[in-house]
């Protein structure tokens, strides 16, 4: 099956830097990136996503790359704010079956 | 419109309890997910429904069962807890394979 690792485990940035992080996946077949935002407490909720035939997409401060050929994929938050403070977690699939990586945990000191 | 829910939120079990988890979507989606989250380890994908009168096992089925009761529910029945099985449970739903999936609130499970 799919294998997602996601670095690093946590992440402390300064308000308004940039944070950034890295995925790598097994499944050459993986065709669908979905990136996950979880506040502590709460449920998982979408922020961004890309599939295999673009390499990259942005949506305002969010911006997500896709490498096919290394097989790995990147989020890269900008103008970082308190409330993106949260754990992050990338995801691949080919299927319905959704392979999650471990998570991050980023910190916004302001 | 509610999304997902589903009940109950907490719940504490002892060995060898059964129990069955509800989730219900009001979003006419097609597809529908458990998973179970762990610290440290990210979602993990315990069975899903592609569509109504469909399952299939994800990464980590073993000691569950699932029912697709309609296109709305989808339970999740634990026959005989372990304290292995202690984790936060999500339900979630989708209109396709690649489509936003949108989560429940979770059920927080204790077996002891």
């Known amino acids: 099956g799919e294998n997602v690792e996601q670095h690093p485990s946590t992440l402390s940035v300064q308000e308004g830097d940039s944070a950034v992080i890295k995925c790598t996946y097994s499944?050459?077949?993986?065709?669908?990136f979905p990136w996950y935002k979880q506040e502590l407490g709460k449920r998982p909720q979408l922020i961004i996503d890309?599939?295999?035939?673009?390499g990259e997409k942005k949506d305002q401060r969010i911006a997500v790359t896709l490498n096919k050929t290394a097989k790995h994929f990147s989020l890269h938050i900008t103008e970082t704010q308190p409330e993106d403070s949260a754990v992050y977690f990338c995801?691949?699939?080919?299927?319905?079956?959704?392979?999650f990586g471990a998570g991050t945990t980023v910190t916004v000191r302001a | 419109n509610a999304g997902v829910t589903q009940t109950p939120k907490f719940q504490v079990l002892k060995t060898g309890q059964s129990m069955t988890l509800q989730c219900a979507q009001d979003?006419?989606?097609?597809?529908m997910y458990w998973y179970r989250q762990d610290p440290g380890m990210g979602l993990r994908l315990i069975y899903y429904?592609?569509?109504?009168?469909?399952?299939d096992k994800g990464e980590v089925p073993n000691g569950y069962n699932v029912s697709r009761l309609n296109k709305r529910e989808f339970s999740l029945r634990l026959e005989s807890a372990a304290p292995s099985q202690t984790s936060v449970y999500f339900c979630?739903?989708?209109?396709?394979?690649?489509?936003?999936?949108?989560f429940g609130p979770g059920t927080r499970l204790t077996v002891l």
């Open positions: 979630a739903s989708s209109s396709d394979r690649f489509s936003e999936q949108f």
């Open positions: 499944d050459s077949a993986s065709n669908y």
């Open positions: 890309i599939r295999s035939n673009v």
């Open positions: 995801a691949a699939s080919y299927d319905y079956k959704l392979s």
């Open positions: 979003m006419n989606h097609n597809s």
């Open positions: 429904s592609a569509s109504e009168g469909t399952t």
